[in-house]
Structures are given as structure tokens and as C-alpha cells.
């Protein structure tokens, strides 16, 4: 890879990439500069577009492309899959980063409403299993890599507490995450993990307050770009935690 544009040649999928404000956008931005073509895939077809304008190429043929999807459908995967391939003219992809997810209190499991635990499944396991079996004929052949978006309140140690929802959607994520490591091992397809604490993002400090303590978007970028580079070709089926 050139050591000016690290991930010039290649494309990327970086899904949730819809608000401003958010790890998306920051990701996106970061890989635009490091010379990847992107497909970013969001539920909102406008704000994708949006996000993909506001990316300036930094050498010849970059390519940022909108999509939008319901990632948590199967078939609206893979058809969203089949659009970003030929928006950029090929069958291999080299990463996918699957940010699409949210965060909801859900209180204690005596009082959790049941369609709120259902949604945090949905929005954040169902998504990155569509996403992750929509793309894997293109990562094998792009001998790509996978990183998800886990929680550190999943992790050993963290803590569920109000949010029992989100922490077992979290945790399933990272489960998909090393079995997708261990299967697809052969194929050349790595998969490795972030588990962040709090991300400095608009919604979080609107619903939190600024404070000290959030992780900053620029430094998950900056973690994320490792996980997809030749620097981690034989990182697989790690979680990085982040705080």
C-alpha cells in the first residue's frame, strides 16, 4: 500500500454513516483522507448523500457513494451489497465497518418493555449479521476485513446495569464477530472488534453533557484504520477496548 494513502485501491462499506455528529461521519472522513473509496450505507437515503458530498477526494479515482438500506432485512442487505458494488465497478471489497446500531435504556428486567429489548437486537445484532453475510463473497475475494462496534458494558467487568438490552445485543455482536473469525479464517477474511465506553458523539452529549471522559470519534477512527490495515494482518478475532 502507498505510505501517503494507505488505503489508496481500496473499498471500503461503512454502514450507520447517516447524522452529523456521530462515529459514522468521523470514520468517514478519516478513511477518505487515508486515500479509501467508501460506500457509506445508511437507513436515511438524504443524510447518506449528505455525508458522502461532504467528502473531498485526495487522489485521482476516489469514489464516496451513497446508499440506503434497511439493514436489518437479509434481502435489503444483499441488495444493498449488489448496489455498492457496481457504484464502484467490482466484486471485492477489503473492509466493512459495521457501525449501524443505537443505544437504548431499558431499565430493569422486571419493568423492561419488550419491544424496546427486541429493538436493541435488532438495530445492532440483525444489522451487523445481514451486513456481515451480504458482504463475505466480496471480502473473500478482496481478502478483507470486518470490524464491528461492540460496548464495553459487554465486556468483563462492564456494566449492564439499565441497559441489559443493549449489553446482550452488544454482546452477540462480538460472538458474531469471532465466529465469523474462526470461519472465515480460510478464506482470508479477518474479523476483530471495538468496545468503546462513552464516544463523544452529538447525541450522547446531548442526552449526557459535555464531559472529560468521552472517547473522542477522531481516536475509534484511528483504531479502526489499524484493525483494517496490512499493520494487523494476522489480528483477528480481538476486541480492542476503548476508554
Known amino acids: 500500500m502507498s505510505s501517503l494513502y494507505p488505503f489508496a485501491q481500496h473499498t471500503l462499506v461503512i454502514t450507520g454513516v447517516g447524522r452529523a455528529g456521530q462515529v459514522g461521519e468521523a ?22 448523500q449528505a455525508r458522502a458530498a461532504e467528502l473531498s477526494p485526495v487522489r485521482s479515482g476516489q469514489r464516496f ?40 435504556m431499558t431499565g430493569a428486567l422486571s419493568d423492561a418493555d419488550p419491544d424496546a429489548w427486541h429493538k436493541q437486537f435488532t438495530i445492532n445484532l440483525d444489522t451487523a449479521f445481514a451486513t456481515t453475510r451480504a458482504a463475505l463473497p466480496a471480502l473473500r475475494e478482496g481478502k ?28 452477540g455482536v462480538l460472538t458474531l464477530m469471532r ?5 472465515e ?22 442526552d449526557m453533557g459535555d464531559k472529560s471522559d468521552y472517547v473522542e470519534r477522531e481516536s475509534v477512527a484511528e483504531v ?14 480481538q476486541v480492542l477496548t476503548l476508554s
Open 65 to 104: 457513494t451513497a446508499h440506503a438500506a434497511n439493514l436489518a432485512d437479509a434481502h435489503a442487505a444483499q441488495r444493498a451489497m449488489a448496489s455498492v458494488l457496481s457504484a464502484h465497478h467490482t466484486s471485492a471489497l477489503h473492509g466493512v465497518i459495521c457501525v449501524a446500531g443505537g443505544f437504548g
Open 224 to 237: 479502526v484504520a489499524f484493525l483494517l490495515s496490512d499493520a494487523a494482518r494476522n489480528v483477528t478475532g
Open 27 to 48: 470514520l468517514a472522513r478519516h478513511f477518505a483522507g487515508l486515500g479509501a473509496s467508501l460506500a457509506l450505507l445508511d437507513l436515511n437515503e438524504s443524510e447518506a
Open 185 to 206: 479464517r480460510a478464506h482470508g477474511v479477518r474479523a476483530n472488534a471495538v468496545a468503546p465506553t462513552a464516544i463523544r458523539t452529538a447525541t450522547n452529549m446531548a
Open 144 to 171: 478483507g476485513s470486518l470490524v464491528y462496534f461492540g460496548s464495553a458494558a459487554a465486556l468483563p467487568g462492564g456494566s449492564p446495569k439499565g441497559m441489559a438490552a443493549y449489553a446482550a445485543a452488544k454482546s
Open 179 to 183: 465466529s465469523v473469525a474462526l470461519d
